[in-house]
């Protein structure tokens, strides 16, 4: 876990060109061709990326791009065109959804994903990020989508997941016909009380921590200027949250228990206070052989995360979105494995067998097994479909999509 309190400490040495901006930035033009945008992207990717030890470049670059997974070809008879738009998390890419993409296209669903700036080149690019261009890069996406399906939903992980949320809540756009909340950055566990010290920080120095970067499609290091613009963000959201004491606005909520980045208890509360949609739905991933400190409310669905025959001990942040066959991320993945080990060293885990190697949540200090974090979902195809059920709901719970109802009367 990042502590803003490192800031004053002496950082890692490491290849220069990773920390320092690049000479140019990912703006928000319009989106008038998604083609055309992925190739602007390319291009940028292309130029400004500093790969990591042990993948090939082109690789990385593929592999950072946005991408759009359409209907599979099953669905040409399907009368309704439902569009998502995906929002990827701090120092993430929109690789995160490399699986939800694929799979939702499966159940017909067209599936759109976008770089935010700062993201998907080198962690120095995060040292000039701006939460108001990823506002204006959400926007501009999001109304290009709606222009192109008769139903436009908004949705996104952590950082992506509060940036849906403002959007989604934003009484000045059109809405969209639901939100996905994959453990957005609501309310953060640790950071919340030192996150009003970064835009300080960040005067005297651009990095929390400069850490070896072994991804290639997350940021390793913390730029302290990223802290500054997730509090902007996450200040954001809880504005709008607090403006309202009912929303009506179908949302399908996900966390797990043992996130070590997102706070499930203020999760919980406002999605039980707040979201009145029946279409509304909560999935929480927990260890259920210990007591449930959940609302009382029958729209929450709880999933075991305690499986021991996988030799998982809990769910990780990191680990909702990916499927056990992600080339990277899954089972035989090459970062599946002592990418972040728990209380261990690199070599440590390096050194442990197959079978004396369990998986967790990122926790500080030894556990009573080695652990390393989780990177995938064990109950990803459940997620995958009930996803879709979600979206169908939503629509089903009045006779058109709000953003259709508000879009038409332009």
Avoid at 104 to 121: I, S, W, Y
Avoid at 169 to 198: I, K
Avoid at 229 to 251: G, S
Avoid at 269 to 277: G, I, M, P, Y
Wanted: aromatic share 8%; net charge negative; glycine share 6%.
């Amino acid at each position: 876990m990042v502590s803003l309190s490192l800031v004053w400490l002496s950082a890692c040495s490491a290849t220069p060109s990773l920390y320092q901006p690049a000479p140019q930035q990912l703006g928000a033009p319009p989106i008038d061709d998604f083609d055309a945008y992925s190739r602007d992207v390319r291009q940028h990717l292309d130029h400004y990326l500093v790969p990591v030890d042990g993948f090939p470049r082109a690789d990385q670059v593929a592999w950072n791009m946005p991408f759009e997974a359409s209907p599979a070809a099953h669905c040409s008879g399907e009368r309704q065109r439902i569009g998502l738009l995906l929002v990827h998390g701090l120092s993430d890419s929109p690789y995160v959804f490399r699986d939800l993409g694929q799979a939702l296209a499966e159940r017909c669903v067209q599936v759109r994903t976008l770089l935010l700036q700062g993201h998907g080149t080198r962690p120095g690019d995060m040292v000039e990020a701006d939460a108001e261009v990823w506002r204006a890069q959400v926007n501009t996406h999001f109304a290009a989508l709606a222009d192109e399906v008769d139903h436009a939903f908004i949705g996104g992980f952590s950082l992506g997941g509060a940036l849906a949320t403002e959007r989604a809540l934003d009484a000045n756009q059109p809405a969209p016909a639901g939100l996905l909340a994959l453990a957005p950055a609501w309310e953060l566990n640790g950071l919340r009380n030192y996150l009003w010290l970064a835009p300080i920080a960040s005067v005297f120095k651009d990095f929390v921590e400069e850490e070896p970067e072994l991804n290639p499609v997350k940021y390793e290091s913390m730029a302290i200027n990223a802290a500054a613009q997730v509090a902007d963000v996450r200040a954001r959201v809880q504005e709008e949250l607090d403006a309202r004491e009912r929303i009506d606005l179908p949302l399908m909520l996900v966390a797990t228990e043992a996130d070590s980045v997102i706070n499930l208890a203020f999760l919980a509360d406002q999605f039980h206070r707040r979201f009145a949609s029946p279409a509304s739905r909560m999935l929480v991933y927990r260890d259920t052989r210990d007591d449930a400190t959940l609302p009382d409310d029958p729209r929450i669905t709880v999933r075991n995360s305690y499986l021991p025959d996988q030799r998982i001990l809990e769910m990780s942040h990191m680990s909702l979105n990916n499927a056990p066959d992600n080339p990277l991320y899954g089972l035989d993945g090459p970062l599946n494995r002592c990418l972040e080990p728990n209380g261990l060293s690199l070599d440590d885990c390096d050194a442990l067998g197959p079978e004396d190697l369990w998986f967790s949540a990122w926790h500080e200090g030894a556990r009573d097994v080695p652990t390393s974090r989780l990177t995938f979902n064990p109950w990803f195809d459940e997620l995958a479909g009930g996803i879709r059920h979600f979206l169908d709901d939503a629509l089903a719970a009045g006779e058109e999509s709000p953003y259709t109802a508000i879009h038409e009367l332009d």
